[in-house]
């Protein structure tokens, strides 16, 4: 099976700021791994994926995120933040071959302030 | 090309009653999962329909059972609900087979369900 941490519950930001996201996963396996906002009584949406090649990997709306095998992480980044960012963040991960049976953790809530 | 649908958008019941909530897949997509999403969580895995068997489940209890129908469409089944049922039920589809939207999930809005 596989796990997820993601660290920060919460994390407030300024207009324009940069910011990161943390997440941290634990498998046995060979992994894919995602990150999904949803914004206020929505579903998810997906930002980004990473299933193989390049470790750094560019999504919708300026993000990006960098898979590291060796520290298994998968930090999600933003150079310059919108108001329209303000949403929760989840970080996914699925076993390669385990059929599309995704584990999510638990969220961060990005504030961005003006 | 209408994307994932879900229904109802919200529903209340009381303890000990059944439940039923329903999912259409984007189209073209032949499996469907079922999430539980708690207040101030994230989703959790109930069970996964492919070819309208159960192909996966996750660590829920009997009471979480569902259906797909020939169409792909699919039905989560709630029964005796208790008042940690309540929580955002959140239908995903994706592809078995290979295609451009295979190894990804497309998640639906939601229903949210309160248990008084």
């Known amino acids: 099976a596989q796990s997820v941490t993601q660290l920060d519950s919460q994390v407030p930001v300024f207009e324009e700021a940069p910011v990161e996201l943390r997440c941290n996963y634990s498998?046995?396996?060979?992994?894919?791994l995602f990150w999904y906002v949803q914004y206020p009584n929505q579903g998810l949406q997906l930002l980004l994926k990473?299933?193989?090649?390049?470790?750094l990997v560019k999504g919708i709306n300026g993000f990006e995120a960098e898979f590291n095998k060796s520290q298994t992480s998968f930090h999600l980044r933003k150079p310059s933040v919108h108001i329209s960012d303000t949403a929760e963040y989840f970080c996914?991960?699925?076993?390669?071959?385990?059929?599309?049976?995704?584990?999510f953790g638990s969220g961060t809530k990005l504030n961005v302030k003006p | 090309d209408a994307g994932v649908t879900q229904s109802p958008t919200h529903l209340i019941k009381t303890r000990g009653q059944q439940v039923t909530l329903r999912c259409s897949p984007k189209?073209?997509?032949?499996?469907v999962s079922w999430y539980q999403q708690a207040l101030g969580q994230g989703p959790q895995f109930i069970f996964q329909?492919?070819?309208?068997?159960?192909?996966q489940r996750g660590n829920f209890p009997d009471r979480f059972s569902g259906h797909q129908f020939p169409n792909y469409s699919s039905e989560l089944n709630v029964n005796a609900l208790l008042l940690g049922d309540s929580a955002l039920y959140l239908c995903?589809?994706?592809?078995?087979?290979?295609?451009?939207?295979?190894?990804?999930?497309?998640f639906g809005p939601g229903t949210r369900l309160t248990v008084l």
């Open positions: 329909y492919y070819e309208e068997e159960e192909r």
């Open positions: 996914a991960v699925r076993g390669r071959y385990n059929f599309n049976k995704f584990y």
């Open positions: 990473y299933l193989s090649g390049s470790t």
């Open positions: 995903a589809s994706s592809l078995s087979e290979g295609g451009r939207d295979y190894n990804e999930q497309f």
């Open positions: 498998s046995s396996v060979s992994v894919y």
């Open positions: 189209s073209g997509h032949d499996t």
